[in-house]
């Protein structure tokens, strides 16, 4: 194991970590012991105590069982934007000893069935907004029930602030006898039953994707996310009265570590957003004397900016962290001017649970991952031999430590490819190319994977073309990464169109017809017709070939600039 960044490492801290043997759900019930009148989170004018969070947990949990059958080990579906109900949904999922699929809400109708089919979800809990989505889905998948819940149930007065309009929507009902509703399972106030829930249960299934950009559930116990849960605790200094801002969705696992799972740990206050806005994100601060915000770098570079945010008050901010991609050294450097703060970034992925790897917050480095977390034994290696890499040598990024996840679910192969044995231990292959310097920082250099980065969501090129291919116009589809000053990358696709369409369609018709087919991070926001793409002689793709002619272009554009 790699010593090298001990140096570094914060001199308040231990260097290993001992994860509590309790579950999340114990987490709740002892925060809510402790500081019952306190508030958990604000939403939108209103405030909710821990008391009431884990009384309205309980009798969620109480219907899921009693009403809808939920049994243990059963996967539910939980489709639905940050809000109050997120929260209380996934702790009373655990509470009924059934697992949590969270499921991104950009997602479509098709590409959610996917989701229900592989995990064999039968009830879900989903957002009223979301509810269209559904409905087909409830006859002709697995999913027979669902909960639906209005988020303007929760708000309270907020002046000015002009509410995101599904946030606004009043609570809508529904001709459907398998729909029941959010306030109506609370004002059951059923029991649930005896709580057995052990660590090393299944907590959570975050679906990721591979090579093949098939999805894949990640395996994650009470063990694994306490793992993530505690280290963060300690490392980004959360205490009892941090005040955390949520911006980062929260069915993603850094939003659920970071910005869910960590505050109810340490009791801290949430100031929850549904939709992200840079000036209700700069009011909350001030209003609500945010502390710490872990966000993705696109947000803090549209947070800054800002042009009226000289007008607001954010002098409370102790901490700014994040990931999932990198954050321009110049937006470091205004950042820093303007807060007197270090923008503090990490590594993770959904087979991780969030990160593996911080910047230590009293020394960290731009557009760097980081150093290894507690217990966390990171190496690169060359992807073809396994050899392990020295200081500056580029290869894959391999981790083993206490956050990875136990497997796919219900893939063994894909499982046991994602795995490397070295000295003795599993090691788990992130795909990641990188390398590490003198002082044990890791850096970012390449993919192994043919994966886009747009704004930090994972786009699968793979996923997209098939999708592209339903188009009766499209007769080849290539799909490439491609530079993008806000996103980081966006995606672009290269386009030979069937003879009977040439001239009679648009660049912007197939954009135009790819975001009713796909979720908005995924669709392209760039094509282009060729007449032919260049191939291989065995007839693949050379997409590499189409990204390098975009960078090209980029290189160009910059030199005459």
């Given at each position: 194991?790699?010593?090298?960044?001990?140096?570094?490492?914060?001199?308040?801290?231990s260097?290993?970590?001992?994860?509590?043997?309790?579950?999340?759900?114990?987490?709740?019930?002892?925060?809510?012991?402790?500081?019952?009148?306190?508030?958990?989170?604000?939403?939108?004018?209103?405030?909710?105590?821990?008391?009431?969070?884990?009384?309205?947990?309980?009798?969620?949990?109480?219907?899921?069982?009693?009403?809808?059958?939920?049994?243990?080990?059963?996967?539910?579906?939980?489709?639905?934007?940050?809000?109050?109900?997120?929260?209380?949904?996934?702790?009373?999922?655990?509470?009924?000893?059934?697992?949590?699929?969270?499921?991104?809400?950009?997602?479509?109708?098709?590409?959610?069935?996917?989701?229900?089919?592989?995990?064999?979800?039968?009830?879900?809990?989903?957002?009223?907004?979301?509810?269209?989505?559904?409905?087909?889905?409830?006859?002709?998948?697995?999913?027979?029930?669902?909960?639906?819940?209005?988020?303007?149930?929760y708000?309270?007065?907020?002046?000015?602030?002009?509410?995101?309009?599904?946030?606004?929507l009043?609570?809508?009902?529904?001709?459907?006898?398998?729909?029941?509703?959010?306030?109506?399972?609370?004002?059951?106030?059923?029991?649930?039953?005896?709580?057995?829930?052990?660590?090393?249960?299944?907590?959570?299934?975050?679906?990721?994707?591979?090579?093949?950009?098939?999805?894949?559930?990640?395996?994650?116990?009470?063990?694994?996310?306490?793992?993530?849960?505690?280290?963060?605790?300690?490392?980004?200094?959360?205490?009892?009265?941090?005040?955390?801002?949520v911006?980062?969705?929260?069915?993603?696992?850094?939003?659920?570590?970071?910005?869910?799972?960590?505050?109810?740990?340490?009791?801290?206050?949430?100031?929850?957003?549904?939709?992200?806005?840079?000036?209700?994100?700069?009011?909350?601060?001030?209003?609500?004397?945010?502390?710490?915000?872990?966000?993705?770098?696109?947000m803090?570079?549209?947070?800054?900016?800002?042009?009226?945010?000289?007008?607001?008050?954010?002098?409370?901010?102790?901490?700014?962290?994040?990931?999932?991609?990198?954050?321009?050294?110049?937006?470091?450097?205004?950042?820093?001017?303007?807060?007197?703060?270090?923008?503090?970034?990490?590594?993770?992925?959904?087979?991780?649970?969030?990160?593996?790897?911080?910047?230590?917050p009293?020394?960290?480095?731009?557009?760097?991952?980081?150093?290894?977390?507690?217990?966390?034994?990171?190496?690169?290696?060359?992807?073809?031999?396994?050899?392990?890499?020295?200081?500056?040598?580029?290869?894959?990024?391999?981790?083993?430590?206490?956050?990875?996840?136990?497997?796919?679910?219900?893939?063994?192969?894909?499982?046991?490819?994602?795995?490397?044995?070295?000295?003795?231990?599993?090691?788990?292959?992130?795909?990641?190319?990188?390398?590490?310097?003198e002082?044990?920082?890791?850096?970012?250099?390449?993919?192994?994977?043919?994966?886009?980065?747009?704004?930090?969501?994972?786009?699968?090129?793979?996923?997209?073309?098939?999708?592209?291919?339903?188009?009766?116009?499209?007769?080849?589809?290539?799909?490439?990464?491609?530079?993008?000053?806000?996103?980081?990358?966006?995606?672009?696709?290269?386009?030979?169109?069937?003879?009977?369409?040439?001239?009679?369609?648009?660049e912007?018709?197939?954009i135009?017809?790819?975001?009713?087919?796909?979720?908005?991070?995924?669709?392209?926001?760039?094509?282009?017709?060729?007449?032919?793409?260049?191939?291989?002689?065995?007839?693949?793709?050379?997409?590499?070939?189409?990204q390098?002619?975009?960078?090209q272009?980029?290189?160009?554009?910059?030199?005459?600039?």
């Open positions: 194991m790699n010593h090298r960044h001990f140096p570094y490492w914060p001199k308040r801290l260097k290993t970590l001992t994860v509590p043997e309790t579950t999340i759900v114990d987490h709740l019930e002892t925060t809510a012991k402790r500081y019952p009148q306190k508030t958990a989170f604000h939403y939108y004018g209103s405030s909710y105590s821990y008391k009431q969070l884990f009384e309205q947990v309980n009798a969620l949990a109480g219907y899921l069982q009693r009403k809808l059958s939920v049994q243990r080990g059963d996967r539910v579906l939980l489709y639905m934007q940050n809000s109050p109900q997120f929260v209380i949904s996934y702790y009373a999922i655990l509470r009924a000893e059934a697992i949590v699929v969270p499921i991104n809400p950009m997602n479509t109708s098709d590409e959610l069935s996917f989701y229900i089919q592989d995990c064999e979800t039968k009830v879900g809990i989903v957002g009223q907004e979301l509810f269209a989505k559904v409905e087909p889905l409830l006859s002709s998948t697995a999913l027979d029930r669902v909960i639906v819940a209005a988020y303007s149930d708000i309270g007065e907020l002046g000015d602030v002009s509410l995101p309009d599904e946030v606004a009043p609570r809508q009902t529904y001709a459907n006898g398998r729909v029941h509703y959010w306030t109506d399972c609370l004002e059951a106030n059923l029991l649930p039953k005896e709580y057995n829930g052990r660590v090393d249960d299944i907590a959570v299934l975050p679906y990721t994707s591979g090579t093949t950009g098939i999805p894949k559930g990640c395996v994650h116990t009470h063990r694994t996310v306490n793992a993530n849960i505690v280290s963060a605790y300690h490392w980004s200094n959360v205490t009892s009265d941090a005040v955390c801002l911006t980062l969705p929260l069915f993603h696992v850094t939003g659920m570590i970071h910005s869910m799972h960590v505050p109810i740990f340490a009791g801290a206050t949430m100031v929850m957003m549904t939709r992200w806005n840079r000036d209700h994100a700069a009011r909350f601060i001030e209003m609500y004397r945010c502390t710490h915000w872990v966000n993705i770098s696109t803090l570079i549209d947070f800054l900016a800002n042009p009226s945010l000289s007008k607001y008050d954010i002098s409370s901010l102790a901490s700014i962290s994040g990931g999932g991609a990198s954050l321009p050294a110049a937006v470091g450097e205004k950042l820093f001017q303007l807060t007197g703060l270090q923008y503090v970034e990490g590594y993770g992925l959904s087979e991780t649970i969030s990160h593996t790897h911080f910047n230590p009293d020394r960290p480095k731009l557009q760097c991952l980081g150093i290894p977390s507690f217990d966390v034994d990171a190496r690169i290696i060359d992807p073809a031999t396994g050899k392990e890499l020295g200081v500056g040598e580029v290869g894959e990024i391999v981790v083993h430590g206490p956050q990875v996840f136990k497997g796919y679910y219900r893939r063994e192969k894909e499982t046991e490819e994602a795995f490397i044995e070295i000295d003795g231990k599993r090691f788990f292959r992130t795909g990641d190319i990188g390398r590490m310097d002082e044990g920082y890791f850096f970012i250099v390449d993919r192994v994977k043919r994966m886009i980065n747009a704004a930090g969501y994972k786009v699968w090129p793979t996923e997209v073309e098939s999708l592209l291919y339903k188009h009766p116009a499209v007769q080849q589809a290539c799909v490439v990464g491609v530079p993008d000053p806000r996103r980081g990358e966006t995606v672009k696709a290269f386009i030979v169109l069937q003879d009977d369409y040439v001239g009679k369609i648009t912007q018709d197939i135009e017809w790819a975001k009713t087919q796909m979720a908005a991070y995924k669709y392209p926001r760039l094509v282009e017709f060729r007449s032919s793409l260049p191939m291989t002689s065995s007839g693949k793709l050379l997409w590499r070939k189409l390098e002619e975009e960078y272009k980029l290189e160009k554009g910059g030199a005459k600039a």
